[in-house]
């Protein structure tokens, strides 16, 4: 993928908050009860879960390496939290106009990050879409169960302008030149993935999964025999069903999707994934995205931007921008799938529609 390789040096990746939708299940290996079983380090964080398996092949302190991965993961919730008013980031969102914050490497990481994405994206991808968000109810002011009037909709979507951050990388400052409202949920759990990976590697633990929330990174395999392999759901609204498997080996895979966070208003559904063109929740028959990537955080921002452009032009932008990614469309009653080159060069081949779990 393309980003700017300066925004890349020295950093890794992750986020903050909301419930997510689970998008994918990982499978268990088809083998003997008997066998050794990958061991699952698990709790919650970030209003989510979180799962590290950790191959066969490795031996370790189970106890350490839980709370290494907790102070991962409560660090990045420190910086880039919009539900913790102590966090950094709430801290820049409340800072004068005009003045210049200086921050952490990680919050600025992800922040030039998703500036770069932002342009990249033509604005398909807006970390200042915050105020949005809060306004439909999926934001830290809480749930709504009625759409916004007009005036509070054209309120909050002239707060909205990524080029209303301006970055300063050789101070590492923030400076808001408009009262917009910062939400890294689209860029910032993927980003926690790529650390809690990187914490393992730094401890010789090659062989991993990393699952936060249905968004994940899989390295080297499950055991010497087998790979990691993961189920992809049907974006049902109720019921998990399982629609494709695929086999991930060293690769981040990070999804997008329409349902699950939502609410309804005479019949009418309103997504929490928020167009930044329009101030309003998508509507379109694509229902979930999911990317495949070495950088997890920017298969993140890369999966909202698909999501947010639709089927046919989130597409296009996967094939422009050489980008793997697996779409699901609602047809009628049921769903389709549709692939982007990358992914169809890179994954049509082991990917599988299951009969049985």
């Keep these: 993928m393309i980003v700017n390789q300066q925004i890349r040096v020295g950093m890794q990746q992750f986020k903050v908050v909301v419930a997510m939708l689970a998008t994918v299940i990982v499978l268990s290996a088809c083998s003997p009860a008997s066998e050794p079983q990958p061991k699952v380090l698990e709790g919650q964080i970030f209003g989510t879960y979180f799962q590290v398996s950790i191959g066969t092949q490795h031996e370790f302190a189970e106890d350490e390496v839980r709370d290494g991965v907790l102070a991962v993961l409560n660090e990045i919730d420190r910086q880039m939290s ?57 934001g830290p002011e809480g749930r709504v169960t009625k759409a916004p009037n007009t005036e509070e909709l054209e309120q909050r979507l002239a707060q909205v302008g990524y080029r209303y951050v301006e970055l300063d990388h050789a ?28 914490y393992l590697l730094s401890l010789g633990i090659e062989n991993h999964l990393v699952n936060i929330g249905g968004d994940l990174i899989a390295q080297g395999q499950r055991s010497s025999e087998q790979q990691w392999r993961i189920g992809i759901e049907a974006p049902n609204d109720n019921q998990q069903v399982v629609r494709h498997i695929l086999p991930l080996h060293n690769v981040a895979m990070l999804g997008s999707g329409d349902y699950r966070n939502y609410f309804e208003e005479n019949g009418v559904r309103y997504s929490h994934t928020i167009n930044p063109a329009t101030g309003r929740p998508i509507a379109h028959r694509l229902a979930a995205v999911h990317v495949l990537g070495d950088n ?62």
Excluded: C
């Design 171 to 198: 101070q590492q400052t923030v400076t808001r030149h408009s009262d917009v409202f910062i939400d890294l949920s689209g860029i910032a759990k993927g980003y926690a993935v790529d650390e809690v990976s990187d």
């Design 82 to 138: 919009t539900y913790r008013e102590d966090s950094v980031l709430n801290q820049v969102n409340q800072s004068p106009l005009g003045e210049p914050v200086v921050v952490p490497d990680k919050l600025f990481y992800v922040l030039a990050l998703g500036y770069d994405i932002a342009e990249i994206s033509g604005g398909a991808f807006d970390y200042t879409v915050g105020g949005l968000v809060n306004l439909w109810g999926f």
């Design 296 to 357: 997890a955080a920017e298969a993140d921002a890369f999966a909202t931007v698909l999501l947010v452009l639709g089927e046919q032009e989130g597409l296009k932008f996967a094939n422009d921008h050489d980008i793997a990614a697996l779409f699901v469309y609602r047809d009628g009653s049921g769903f389709e799938s549709a692939m982007s080159d990358r992914f169809e060069q890179n994954h049509a081949d082991t990917m599988e529609v299951p009969t049985t779990l």
